[in-house]
């Protein structure tokens, strides 16, 4: 089990026929999140072959229609599909009353219930299984926005069959010595987990940074993440026009994965100004090495 994420649109504002706007899908295990939904998202998950009804959870970060203009549409869609399954939305308060007044007036009525979650504050937990907890994630922009973070948790300890053979383990015992316990006998021998298995993989983490002005208050909730998206829509040569619309630079972001000590950065939600991106990597390279652009339907696997 892994975390993955596939990039469905690494645009801003204004989409063209060669970049959508911000959308993401990342799994873990049989789950799959779908993080911001701008438009032509459905589009791009048929593309990509990303089977619409298996998406139990969207997270939005914010009420910028680049970030959710394509919602209603993708819930149409799973709707005219036959969907039955609940559907959860994580979005910053009023984002159900966007989604609901347009079916309302459309006279439509959905084939599945949609349970919304509004994002109070940055830290929480908005969900959690046995394999993955996403928590929001402080940003600075105009209007409320939150960042998303990705935390796999541990695995079960790998057993060493040579080793169970050896000690005579049971089979019934097993699946406890996998969750860590030590095993006794029925006479009283105790054989300690660490001779019978080997520790499992160390759990990965991705941050997901949406629109955001350069904001160090972010660096402690992303620590040490093997991977961090965080939006560079600007080159430094417009910097001001970063600060007076509450974006960041390459080299901003650049300088947050820095301090932040990640394993790898990849930048997306790039101004349609730029016709290519080496100016970009060229920046942000200058401050953290480990820099990629993010590439419409390429799937980064921790």
Known sequence: MSLEVLILGSGSALPTISANQTSQVVSCGNQHFLV??????????????????QINQVFISHLHGDHFFGLVGLLSTMHLLGRRAELHIFGPKGLDEIVEIQFRNAGSHLSFNMVFHSIEKAGDVLYEDGKVMVTSLPLKHRIPCYGF??????????????????????VYARKSIAEGQDFRSEEGVIVKNA?????????????????????????????????????????????ERAKKTFHSTAKD?????????????I?????????????????????????????EGKEYKL
């Open 253 to 265: 972001a650049a300088s947050i994965a820095e301090k932040a000590n990640v394993k790898q950065l």
């Open 36 to 53: 911001d939904c701008g438009e032509a998202t459905q589009v791009q998950l048929r593309k990509n072959k990303v089977k619409i009804q």
């Open 195 to 239: 001779e019978l298995t080997t520790d499992p993989p160390k759990p990965k983490a991705y941050a997901f940074c949406s629109d955001t002005a350069y904001y160090e208050k972010l660096i402690p909730f992303i620590q040490e993440v093997d991977l961090l998206y965080h939006e560079a829509t600007f080159l430094e040569s417009e910097r």
């Open 149 to 170: 973070h990705f935390q796999e948790k541990k695995g079960l300890r790998k057993l060493d069959g040579q080793k169970l053979v050896e000690y005579n383990i049971p």
């Open 267 to 295: 930048m997306g939600h790039f101004s349609n100004r730029y016709k290519n991106k080496d100016g970009f990597l060229q920046e942000a390279r200058m401050v953290f090495k480990n820099t990629d652009v993010a590439e």
